[in-house]
């Protein structure tokens, strides 16, 4: 048989991206093996984000330019929000702009002698209307759920819970309605839904709808989770999607852990170098992953948290981690001040080799935004979790943390002032509370590593998916 491509389109965000390359690198290893089935990966990216990697030059990079005329009668004719604001828009904006795009290209290669069959398109589930068009061309597609199976059902409830009133979240309500708990998807209150507080509601619960169609309507379903950390919520989703394949396969970066992703930013590996001169244990890791921005009062008490906590941290700040025009200029003040406050127990930087980083011995805790990767990678490696969750999934993900697997303290919105930041990371760091939370972060580590052993659940899916697109 003649070898087959695989087509893998992955959201051009950093924590979209990370995922598919994980995958890419699962399933470029899993090619061939002596049963004469063999194939290649083809990324596909976008000229206005391109993704290439010149750490795998054995994969094809094709590059899909915009068609503008589709914005005419899509949600998205307007200017763009910043992402952390209303990703809604900027994801309807992006499936209207490339999906004729991508129907040309790909029916381009499908029509060419010279080019390999294509076998399947590996699309992030958020990219709908790729899976529309693939579905048109008479290709098989599957999704990629970047997320946790528990967002994922959350994404399946929407509508019930639109209906029932928890949705949209009304931030200005009572304290106590919002710790109301939403039966149909416990432990979550509703200020743990997925949302976002800015933008338009009805675009998101659309943005969800459509996200859940594409995937009842393809042919399978890759979520980047694992069998023994929500085996209630992989269930569900299989109950749901009885009629497609559904492969749990997390954590996707274990597979293959040294496979590079391609970062927005170089990563300063200088740190690694100064982690290794720390104790164990002692640092706080603090990253608010690759999107979220903070208003500039949030920022400073953060600075003040750290000093006050006493503990010596490595603290990610992108540029524009800082919100407003001025950003950058209060960005620059605090980090100075800080460095004096500290001296030299702290260490800034734009951008860090994470997974590296949350592997070293002397990382003892992580402040995060509960990002599902920065969540998942600190799992996979039994780093404790200080929670600041800030949109999205994220709250859902923390509220898992916290109350579901025990491994985090929390940060509450509501509470971000530097006395209770320095609080909770000494309470996570150290004492009893601490000493817990630390125990069971290794056995959640534990039980990740048996999961991608041979012996585990993400193994068996994982061999089952190459077995599936084997067959195609
Ligand atoms: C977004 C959403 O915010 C998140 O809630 C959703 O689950 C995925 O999409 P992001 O905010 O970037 O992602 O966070 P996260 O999911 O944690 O992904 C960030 C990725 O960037 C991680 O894989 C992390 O390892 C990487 N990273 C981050 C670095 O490599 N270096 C850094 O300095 C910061």
């Not at 304290?175 to 708990?181: I, K």
């Not at 379903?221 to 999607?241: C, F, G, P, T």
């Not at 109350?403 to 530097?418: D, F, H, K, N, T």
């Not at 209770?420 to 125990?439: D, W």
């Amino acid at each position: 048989m003649p070898r087959r491509q695989l087509l893998l389109f992955p959201l051009p965000f950093q924590g979209h991206i990370n995922p598919m390359f994980a995958l890419a690198a699962l399933l470029h290893s899993r090619s061939g093996g002596g049963d004469g089935v063999d194939f290649s990966i083809t990324i596909l990216h976008t000229t206005t984000h391109p993704i290439t990697s010149p750490m795998h030059p054995s994969y094809r990079y094709v590059s899909l330019a915009p068609v503008d005329d589709e914005l005419s009668n899509s949600n998205c004719d307007r200017e763009l929000p910043p992402i952390d604001e209303d990703a809604a828009m900027h994801i309807f904006h992006l499936n209207a702009r490339y999906q004729a795009s991508f129907r040309d290209r790909v029916s381009a290669m499908l029509e060419d002698a010279e080019e390999e069959p294509v076998a399947c398109v590996i699309a992030d589930a958020h990219w709908f209307a790729v899976h529309a068009a693939a579905r048109g061309l008479g290709v098989p597609s599957v999704a990629l759920r970047t997320g946790s199976a528990a967002s994922f059902c959350s994404f399946l409830a929407y509508p019930l819970l639109m209906q029932k009133g928890y949705i949209p979240v009304k931030v200005s309500v009572q304290e106590s309605q919002l710790n109301e708990a939403v039966e149909e998807l416990p432990p979550l209150r509703v200020r743990d839904l997925f949302r976002m507080d800015e933008g338009d509601p009805g675009l998101f619960a659309e943005l969800l709808a459509k996200v859940v169609a594409g995937v009842r309507n393809s042919s399978g379903l890759i979520l980047n989770a694992a069998d023994s950390m929500e085996s209630a919520e992989v269930d569900k989703i299989r109950r749901e999607l009885a009629h497609i394949h559904v492969f749990a396969i997390g954590p996707l970066h274990k597979f293959t852990p040294h496979a590079a992703q391609p970062g927005q930013l170089p990563p300063d590996r200088t740190c690694l170098a100064w982690l290794d001169a720390q104790p164990a244990a002692s640092v706080v890791y603090v990253s608010f992953g690759s999107l979220a921005s903070l208003p500039g009062k949030h920022f400073v008490e953060m600075a003040f948290g750290l000093a006050l906590s006493g503990r010596a941290f490595l603290w990610v700040v992108r540029p524009g981690s800082v919100r407003g025009p001025r950003g950058g200029a209060v960005e620059t003040k605090l980090l100075e001040g800080l460095e004096e406050m500290t001296r030299g127990r702290g260490r800034v930087v734009e951008w860090a080799p994470q997974q590296e980083v949350l592997r070293h011995r002397a990382v003892g805790a992580f402040w995060t935004h509960c990002g599902w990767n920065s969540t998942f990678e600190a799992i996979s490696e039994g780093v404790p979790l200080i929670c600041a969750p800030r949109f999205g999934d994220q709250m859902g993900n923390a509220r898992y943390a916290t109350r579901v697997w025990g491994i985090a303290a929390e940060v509450e919105g509501g509470r971000w002032e530097r006395g209770r930041i320095a609080a909770v990371i000494k309470a996570v760091m150290e004492g009893r509370e601490g000493r817990e939370i630390r125990e069971r972060a290794r056995e959640l580590k534990q039980k990740l590593a048996v999961s991608v052993s041979r012996e585990g659940s993400s193994h068996a899916g994982a061999e089952r998916l190459v077995d599936y697109l084997k067959s195609l």
